[in-house]
């Protein structure tokens, strides 16, 4: 950035003025907000430099990208942070993740480009998780009081950010009043006599048989067995039941009519266990009373699966399923980066996704991510990566079409593995753990040492992966094809290390990216592609410039060329 060091000045300066009145926390979130608008605000600096000579910086994406214009859509193709609530941002110093803390970080949010918020459950529920729900009209008391959730949305709202409820409808806790009804019945219940459903209608909303069975629990001091796949705490929902799905249809209404603009649906391969039809069926019921409630509702939908079974589950017309496959430590994008996978496959896989998805559901949104709260940590995949493979992984995942999703903290590249605790630590807002607004870990959680610095160390380098990733995404709002687009494999330039691609919109500017994703600087002939090229927006890991002069490309090791199409 050429004015770091009069902008740094301004941050210092604006920092003694705020610091009696802001925690740390808040000064950290400005500073990013003001390093992120203060860099939009500069004047423009030739975005239409094709063929000419790059301007002299350290980093050349910081100068050539920030004349590009922010393209705000009210669609579903958005770019959405998860975020796990009890550790992202403690407003009450009791260690807890909460809404009002997230309220508090909201300019950092938005300066990061993101548009919607995944939030994991707010329900009431004894674990930290809350993947087990007491109640499905409540918010947790440790995450704050309905009032503070009114509040977050609307100030969510007011920024133009989404917000999307995670609902748990395989199961619910144990000690969920339904549930607790049921056993009560059956605990009283002569063993000669059969239930009766007028008497004790949450009978009928879990799965009970006498009979033990495969996936079932025994209920304690009973004959009876309920089903129960996860955890003997997470009894399973009879979603067939007209009165469960009564609730359910009140729940939505609950929510939606608070202005909650859709939900992620947990565990959706679960509902009915082994039966892909029922799965589809309930999840045509969820999106027809969704869409009922409120048409511009958007439902995405936890199937952790193969493409052929997401694809299977997008005949029900839900909006989105998350793109499994191309997630995890062994999915398309780690395999592509660490070199068990070409660069050629990666764009194969996209278009192979984008047809078997397109056909079972014209109107899908794909939802790629990289990591989630059950995933181990991106920044563990790679031991001896510095920061690059990383960034370049992201990218990946950042580039494909679809309404894309990055979990929390990811943006640092913070470490976590192994047990669920450690994929789930408290957000490094800063190496000083006394930050306001700072969360305790997990209990349970490991010891983790984190390979990349805090966010506050990071905003002050240019090269950090949290830098990049305010870039990607900067680049991902600017040309909305790149969301919006379906992918068309550029196969004279695609080979092991380069991946090529056209992405086509009928709406928007088509575009052409052309990635180098290994460590070799490389050059590439684009003039079989088109003859009207321009380098419209430019990524690089280090301080080697992109360059596009007489229709050839050069690529320095990790970087990313966006390239558009002149006018006929
Ligand atoms: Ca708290």
């Given at each position: 950035m050429?004015?770091?060091?009069?902008?740094?000045?301004?941050?210092?300066?604006?920092?003694?003025?705020?610091?009696?009145?802001?925690?740390?926390?808040?000064?950290?979130?400005?500073?990013?907000?003001?390093?992120?608008?203060?860099?939009?605000?500069?004047?423009?600096?030739?975005?239409?430099?094709?063929?000419?000579?790059?301007?002299?910086?350290?980093?050349?994406?910081?100068?050539?990208?920030?004349?590009?214009?922010?393209?705000?859509?009210?669609?579903?193709?958005?770019?959405?942070?998860?975020?796990?609530?009890?550790?992202?941002?403690?407003?009450?110093?009791?260690?807890?993740?909460?809404?009002?803390g997230?309220?508090?970080?909201?300019?950092?949010?938005?300066?990061?480009?993101?548009?919607?918020?995944?939030?994991?459950?707010?329900?009431?529920?004894?674990?930290?998780?809350?993947?087990?729900?007491?109640?499905?009209?409540?918010?947790?008391?440790?995450?704050?009081?309905?009032e503070?959730?009114?509040?977050?949305?609307?100030?969510?709202h007011?920024?133009?950010?989404?917000?999307?409820?995670?609902?748990?409808?395989?199961?619910?806790?144990?000690?969920?009043?339904?549930?607790?009804?049921?056993?009560?019945?059956?605990?009283?219940?002569?063993?000669?006599?059969?239930?009766?459903?007028?008497?004790?209608?949450?009978?009928?909303?879990?799965?009970?048989?006498?009979?033990?069975?495969?996936?079932?629990?025994?209920?304690?001091?009973?004959?009876?067995?309920?089903?129960?796949?996860?955890?003997?705490?997470?009894?399973?929902?009879?979603?067939?039941?007209?009165?469960?799905?009564?609730?359910?249809?009140?729940?939505?209404?609950?929510?939606?009519?608070?202005?909650?603009?859709?939900?992620?649906?947990?565990?959706?391969?679960?509902?009915?266990?082994?039966?892909?039809?029922?799965?589809?069926?309930?999840?045509?019921?969820?999106?027809?009373?969704?869409?009922?409630?409120?048409?511009?509702c958007?439902?995405?939908?936890?199937?952790?699966?193969?493409?052929?079974?997401?694809?299977?589950?997008?005949?029900?017309?839900?909006?989105?399923?998350?793109?499994?496959?191309?997630?995890?430590?062994?999915?398309?994008?780690?395999?592509?980066m660490?070199?068990?996978?070409?660069a050629?496959?990666?764009?194969?896989?996209?278009?192979?996704?984008?047809?078997?998805?397109r056909g079972?559901?014209?109107?899908?949104?794909?939802?790629?991510?990289?990591?989630?709260?059950?995933?181990?940590?991106?920044?563990?995949?790679?031991?001896?990566?510095?920061?690059?493979?990383?960034?370049?992984?992201?990218?990946?995942?950042?580039?494909?079409?679809?309404?894309?999703?990055?979990?929390?903290?990811?943006e640092?590249?913070?470490?976590?593995?192994?047990?669920?605790?450690?994929?789930?630590?408290?957000?490094?807002?800063?190496?000083?753990a006394?930050?306001?607004?700072?969360?305790?870990?997990?209990?349970?959680?490991?010891?983790?040492?984190?390979?990349?610095?805090?966010?506050?160390?990071?905003?002050?380098?240019?090269?950090?992966?949290?830098?990049?990733?305010?870039?990607?995404?900067?680049?991902?709002?600017?040309?909305?094809?790149?969301?919006?687009?379906?992918?068309?494999?550029?196969?004279?330039?695609?080979?092991?290390?380069?991946?090529?691609?056209?992405?086509?919109?009928?709406?928007?500017?088509?575009?052409?990216?052309?990635?180098?994703l290994?460590?070799?600087?490389?050059?590439?002939?684009?003039?079989?592609?088109?003859?009207?090229?321009?380098?419209?927006?430019?990524?690089?890991?280090?301080?080697?410039?992109?360059?596009?002069?007489?229709?050839?490309?050069?690529?320095?090791?990790?970087?990313?060329?966006?390239?558009?199409?002149g006018?006929?």
């Amino acid at each position: 950035m050429a004015n770091q060091t009069d902008t740094n000045s301004g941050f210092d300066a604006l920092g003694e003025r705020v610091s009696h009145a802001f925690s740390k926390l808040i000064y950290v979130v400005l500073c990013v907000l003001l390093c992120v608008l203060g860099y939009v605000a500069k004047p423009s600096a030739g975005s239409e430099a094709s063929g000419e000579t790059m301007p002299a910086s350290s980093v050349q994406m910081l100068e050539y990208n920030k004349g590009l214009e922010q393209v705000a859509r009210d669609d579903d193709y958005r770019t959405t942070y998860e975020i796990f609530v009890s550790s992202f941002c403690d407003s009450d110093a009791d260690g807890i993740g909460d809404l009002n803390g997230i309220r508090n970080t909201l300019d950092y949010i938005s300066a990061m480009g993101f548009d919607q918020l995944w939030l994991t459950p707010v329900h009431p529920s004894a674990t930290y998780h809350k993947y087990d729900v007491d109640d499905y009209l409540k918010i947790d008391p440790a995450f704050g009081s309905m009032e503070d959730y009114e509040a977050l949305l609307e100030d969510c709202h007011a920024r133009g950010i989404r917000v999307l409820m995670d609902l748990v409808l395989n199961h619910t806790s144990d000690t969920h009043p339904w549930f607790r009804a049921a056993t009560d019945y059956l605990r009283e219940l002569p063993n000669d006599w059969e239930p009766d459903v007028e008497y004790c209608p949450y009978f009928d909303y879990y799965h009970f048989s006498r009979t033990p069975q495969d996936g079932y629990v025994q209920l304690e001091g009973t004959n009876w067995y309920y089903e129960a796949r996860f955890w003997s705490e997470m009894p399973d929902l009879n979603l067939n039941s007209e009165a469960v799905r009564k609730e359910i249809r009140n729940v939505l209404q609950f929510w939606l009519d608070k202005g909650v603009d859709g939900f992620r649906l947990d565990a959706v391969t679960s509902y009915a266990t082994g039966s892909p039809q029922e799965n589809v069926e309930f999840l045509s019921f969820l999106t027809k009373t969704c869409k009922g409630i409120d048409p511009d509702c958007y439902l995405v939908g936890e199937a952790w699966t193969d493409r052929s079974s997401i694809a299977t589950l997008y005949t029900s017309g839900i909006d989105s399923l998350f793109d499994f496959p191309f997630a995890d430590s062994g999915g398309i994008i780690a395999q592509t980066m660490n070199g068990s996978r070409s660069a050629y496959d990666y764009v194969r896989e996209m278009v192979d996704a984008e047809a078997a998805y397109r056909g079972a559901n014209p109107d899908y949104v794909d939802a790629p991510f990289y990591t989630n709260h059950d995933t181990s940590r991106s920044a563990s995949f790679y031991s001896s990566d510095e920061g690059p493979v990383t960034k370049m992984a992201y990218a990946l995942s950042l580039f494909m079409p679809g309404d894309s999703f990055v979990y929390y903290g990811e943006e640092l590249g913070m470490e976590g593995a192994g047990k669920d605790e450690n994929k789930r630590g408290p957000m490094y807002w800063s190496d000083n753990a006394q930050t306001e607004g700072m969360c305790s870990a997990p209990s349970n959680m490991d010891e983790v040492q984190m390979k990349f610095p805090s966010l506050e160390a990071q905003t002050k380098d240019d090269l950090s992966l949290w830098r990049w990733f305010a870039e990607v995404i900067r680049v991902r709002k600017a040309f909305p094809a790149i969301a919006r687009g379906t992918t068309e494999m550029v196969d004279g330039v695609c080979d092991e290390g380069v991946a090529a691609f056209i992405r086509r919109s009928a709406d928007d500017q088509d575009v052409l990216v052309v990635m180098n994703l290994r460590g070799q600087a490389t050059e590439k002939d684009l003039s079989t592609v088109a003859d009207n090229l321009s380098l419209a927006a430019v990524l690089g890991t280090n301080d080697e410039s992109i360059s596009y002069n007489q229709g050839k490309l050069n690529l320095p090791a990790y970087s990313i060329a966006v390239l558009t199409f002149g006018k006929e």
